[in-house]
């Protein structure tokens, strides 16, 4: 029995294990951008720490493994359970400091972790089991706790407990398996009260937390964001964090603003109109993200139009968009106009699998700043959107800010003419981001910018329509290399061209 039970536990520390390096590797993914390089760098940290923390383990002596397994339970879990919590709030009040904290608990939870196989193959090797099995069952379990926690990770533990509760539960899990094992080997145990006290703390401690953690992430967010949050969620895809203060209402996905009701409308009258004023034959629009509702309001004012279909991953994003009050006023309700097809899927993959024809698109994603976005402003991609485009029809690119990021916007510029597309770059001022570029593009259409609109708009007009298509000697064109699918150049010259502005 008391076999048994070791072996058990070895899959739940393995479970735990993996859920602190998921955790750290997604918080910072989060809060600093570029997942492949947060992911590697943790990962390779952690590993090494494990490889640490097994070597030390040979110093415990055969008489204490019980009692220092134990001690490494209750300190893996308070340490690993509080850790999001902690590199969170460090992150929202003391941003300074979070790349240190975050690699020395990364360093000091992979130790510790490092330490548990090696000393439940030596407790079980002293009941006298074969080597044989002692390594199968072991490497069994673990490799076991391993696959559990990678697949209710992204799919049920990070979108409806958030991290920072995902990392108390498996605190708990940790102290869990050092009651249990005090509690079947109390005859081997000294100081069995002592123990019991103490890992009933670290339980109540990380409880406590466990409680508290949507009140320590609204801690966070408000100290990082500032503002009144009225909405926020973790969805399997991104953090969405929408803030009021007074009349200006706010959309923040994994930390980066996306709008400020107070100018969007600069933004969207840019990426919409110039497009579909030169289309006054158009009747079917895609958009392509856009979730918010602010680009479909737009492209809904034209009566010509039949049929907008959107397709944005997320499917948080377009619900709250089209429920909460305050978001419906702001996008006209433009989710519920009959004339709107919603389609909640990754557009890449849809695009592939769909043969429909469209005289316009409207491309409006978040920003390059890691792979997975990358990708969506890649050759591959543009190539499909452009076999789903009629010969005389126009995309539009949301493509960054030509003047805080021109590597990142003119490369942008570069992949829509690899693909055979003709371009035309413009950009536009909005206030919350500063100078912000789109760009045009058509296979055969030949653009020329509108003098008079249709409709009545807050921003455009002959004037400032024909300064958005005019760049000035700091904005001009840089010779960029296309962003392919396997370099994903792309996002490395957006993380250097902010890295710049930072600094």
Known sequence: MTKKILILSVFVVASCGLAY?????????????????QFSTIIGCYLFAMGVGAHFSKFVRDDDVLARFVDIELAVGLIGGVSAAALFLTFSWMAAPFRTLLYVLVFLVGALVGMEVPLVMRALNARQTEFNELVSRVLTFDYLGALAVSLLFPLVLAPYLGLVRTGFLFGMLNVGVALWTIVTFRQELANLGGRLLRASAVMC???????LADRMTYWGEHGLFGDEIIYSTTTPYQRLVITRWKDDLRLYINGNLQFSSRDEYRYHEALVHPALQALPWARRVLVLGGGDGLALREILRYPNIEQVTLVDLDPAMTGAFTTRPELVKLNHGSFSDKRVRVINADAAI???????????AIVDFPDPSSFALGKLYSVPFYGMVKRHLAANGLIVVQSTSPFFAPHAYWTVDATLREVGLRTWPYHAYVPSFGEWGFILASPQLDFKPPASYRLPMRYLNADTTREMFIFPPDMQRLPMEPNRLNTQSLVREFEQDWRRVIR
């Open 205 to 211: 401690v990380l409880v406590f937390g466990f409680a």
């Open 350 to 360: 849809w695009l592939q699998h769909n043969d429909e024809l469209f005289d316009a």
């Open 21 to 37: 390096e998921l955790i750290a590797g997604a918080l910072s993914s989060y809060l600093l951008g570029d997942s492949i390089l």
